[in-house]
């Protein structure tokens, strides 16, 4: 991507926000709709080009939302179609698009195709779902596993048949092999994108194209035809973003999502990162003990991947993952120079950064001690089945302490008052009580916190051609705590070096990297070369 042909995303920085746990507006204890509203401002300030929002849509909220009972409709708890409207509109206004979660893996049991589809195994809608006989004995056709634990598939007695379900019991997939109701799902974005929505994050979409019958969940056979399918039918003459979570995508197989001819998708969401940090066999309930140098290996390896073709999403977090400045920085004495660091060493590479809410004040995992304080599915679900495996209940907690999905649910922390402004009610998973020293309006005023580095990031990605274009090139990464790159576009260099470390090191820096000329951030005069002292998490940013 040039500057001359790139897309307006290509200099937005984009925000995530989890809408339940953002700001609500009513004191029910659940951010809502017009929460967000009264926040635009605070986005506008912080500089965001696009809000994934995510999901809205009506929902018995067995997954918060990710299980969706009707694409057309709001849930009540987070206010109307026409809050949704004012959203777009207002947020438009500040030219802050706002991108919306697309979960068309599978829907609510309560949609009504599904309640459809369960009715009789002649109505036309029993095929937009996956149904299977019983095995011989009656159990479930295969022994295929829930990715929330259990197996995926249960049994609907009225029809004598098993349903899938790679989900939630509450989450039944759809049949993408159904022409109808691919159809259904096309019409359903273009209708959201004629009311003005400026994409869609689109949900594990690398499960559409399974192939159940020969056990292939991710990566099926059948998953470019119909992304390329709805791109024919929804986004072509468009001009939006879209971004594909794929936990499964690899080096080898993440341009088909988003090479620039594909016709597919913008930019994916790969996760090699995050897995990198799990137990290969006990997964995220048993986190690895951080290993830099295999982050960045990583990390510089998917800048490869995206050099000439395709696009890359920068993340650290959101809202299925710790929060970033406690898994990969230091949340005790260095919390506010280790939560600017990372969202520097992050947001100078190539590609789109999201920002997930709150990790720009630098908030940090929460410190359960009760499994009843816990509100996730998939962690009260683990919970169970590991504890009845024999697994220790608080060795079971510290996992989900360190890696569980609520560490980025629990409320905003906007101001250190009661409930951290959160709501005046109370809310629906405890605040933090750290509000009381991490909150958006203390950070927000003070020139050296996290805040202040994110829009000064944010400001960057719209206005540096070297920043949105320039080539990456990684140096020393088997350093065990020294992160370092260049940017280079013609002429120009950025060099980058950051200690992501709480002891101050000394480092030799590589001649690549040597320069003198103006930090990126203040253009005061800046150099570096030779041997430096880095402080713990200080991070140098040098251009020509
Ligand atoms: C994605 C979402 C996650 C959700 C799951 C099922 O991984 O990010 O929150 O539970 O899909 O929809
Ligand atoms: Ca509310």
Redesign the pocket.
């Known amino acids: 991507m040039q500057p001359d042909n790139a897309p307006w995303w290509a200099s937005a920085t984009a925000y995530q926000i989890y809408p339940r746990s953002f700001c609500d507006s009513n004191g029910d204890g659940i951010g809502d709709i017009p929460g967000i509203v009264s926040k635009l401002d605070y986005l506008s300030d912080l500089g965001v080009g696009f809000v994934w929002l995510s999901p809205v849509f009506a929902s018995p909220m067995a997954?918060n939302g990710?299980d969706i009972s009707d694409y057309r409709d709001i849930a009540p708890e987070f206010g109307t179609l026409s809050d949704m409207d004012d959203l777009i509109a207002q947020a438009r206004a500040r030219d802050i698009g706002i991108v919306m979660d697309l979960?068309v893996?599978?829907t609510s049991d309560e949609h009504d195709w599904f309640k459809q589809a369960s009715a009789s195994r002649d109505n036309p809608y029993r095929d937009y779902y996956v149904w299977r006989d019983p095995a011989p004995d009656g159990g479930p056709p295969d022994d295929l596993q829930s990715?929330f634990g259990g197996p995926a598939w249960t049994f609907h007695d009225a029809s004598g048949q098993y349903y899938l379900h790679l989900?939630d019991p509450k989450?039944p997939d759809l049949n993408w092999e159904n022409p109808r109701m691919r159809q259904d799902v096309y019409d359903m974005m273009n209708w959201w994108f004629d009311r003005g929505v400026a994409g869609f994050r689109m949900?594990?979409i690398d499960l559409i194209g399974k192939d159940i019958d020969r056990g292939i969940t991710a990566d099926g056979p059948k998953l470019h035809d119909y992304l390329q399918e709805m791109h024919e039918q929804t986004l072509a003459g468009r001009d939006v973003v879209t971004v594909g979570?794929t936990w499964s995508a690899t080096p080898d197989n993440a341009l088909l999502y988003c090479g620039r001819d594909r016709k597919e998708l913008s930019m994916v969401f790969q996760f090699e990162h995050v897995i990198d940090g799990w137990d290969p066999e006990l997964g995220k309930w048993k986190p690895r003990p951080f290993d830099l140098p295999r982050l960045k290996r990583t990390l510089g390896k998917w800048q490869k991947v995206c050099a000439e073709d395709g696009w890359n999403s920068l993340f650290w977090g959101?809202?299925?993952l710790p929060r970033a400045v406690s898994k990969y920085g230091d949340d005790g004495a260095h919390r506010v120079a280790s939560a600017r660091c990372l969202a520097t060493l992050l947001h100078l590479m190539k590609g789109t950064p999201y920002i997930y809410q709150g990790e720009e004040i630098g908030m940090t995992n929460v410190n359960f001690t009760h499994i009843n304080q816990f509100r996730d599915v998939?962690t009260l679900n683990f919970h169970r089945i590991q504890t009845e495996k024999g697994v220790d209940p608080d060795a079971f907690i510290a996992g989900a302490n360190d890696n569980g999905?609520d560490n980025a649910r629990t409320p905003m922390q906007w101001t250190a008052g009661a409930q951290a402004g959160f709501t005046t009610g109370t809310p629906w998973i405890e605040v933090n009580p750290n509000h009381i020293t991490i909150n958006a309006k203390d950070d927000r005023t003070d020139p050296d916190g996290v805040f202040a580095r994110y829009r000064d990031l944010a400001a960057l990605r719209r206005t540096s051609d070297l920043v949105k274009f320039g080539d990456y090139t990684a140096h020393d990464q088997a350093h065990p705590q020294v992160m370092a790159y260049a940017r280079h576009l013609n002429d120009a260099q950025l060099s980058v070096v950051g200690n992501m470390s709480s002891q101050t090191v000394t480092y030799n820096v590589p001649d690549a990297l040597a320069l003198t000329g103006r930090d990126v951030f203040d253009g005061a005069d800046a150099a570096l070369g030779g041997t430096v002292e880095l402080h713990p998490w200080q991070v140098i940013t040098v251009k020509s």
């Open positions: 997954d990710y979960v893996n599978h990715n989900f989450q949900d594990v979570e959101n809202h299925d998939e999905r």
